[in-house]
Nanobody, 124 residues
């Protein structure tokens, strides 16, 4: 089993930056694809970004391309989401997810493990 714990959320003004962290425990996720999703009130959970196990291949939602980056440090079993130029529409609960695969899926159904989420609120 894999346990995921997100941190780094908060309340910021538009244009600010935040870095989210997702710490994995239970077993190493060094061979897992890791993803970030978000869910705003009244909306479905949506894909944000994902990174393959070696940290070489990444995918991003069109809405965050050029503003967000994803990275990982397998030595400490942690994945990061650097969010720059934040907008009010980025407000959501952000979830970390993991799946043992060589590909980089973008659908919620593809991921096996999920964290509890961290709230990000961007004020205008």
């Amino acid at each position: 089993q894999v346990q995921l714990v997100e941190s780094g959320g908060g309340l910021v003004q538009a244009g600010s930056s935040l870095r989210l962290s997702c710490a994995a425990s239970g077993q190493t996720v060094s061979t897992y694809t890791m993803g970030w999703f978000r869910q705003a009130p009244g909306k479905e959970r949506e894909f944000v970004a994902a990174i393959n196990w070696r940290g070489i291949y990444t995918k991003f939602a069109d809405s965050v391309k050029g503003r967000f980056t994803i990275s990982r440090d397998n030595a400490v079993n942690t994945v990061y989401l650097q969010m720059n130029s934040l907008k009010p529409e980025d407000t959501a609960v952000y979830y970390c997810a993991a799946v043992s695969t060589m590909v980089v899926p973008t659908t919620t159904s593809a991921y096996d493990y999920w964290g509890q989420g961290t709230q990000v609120t961007v004020s205008s």
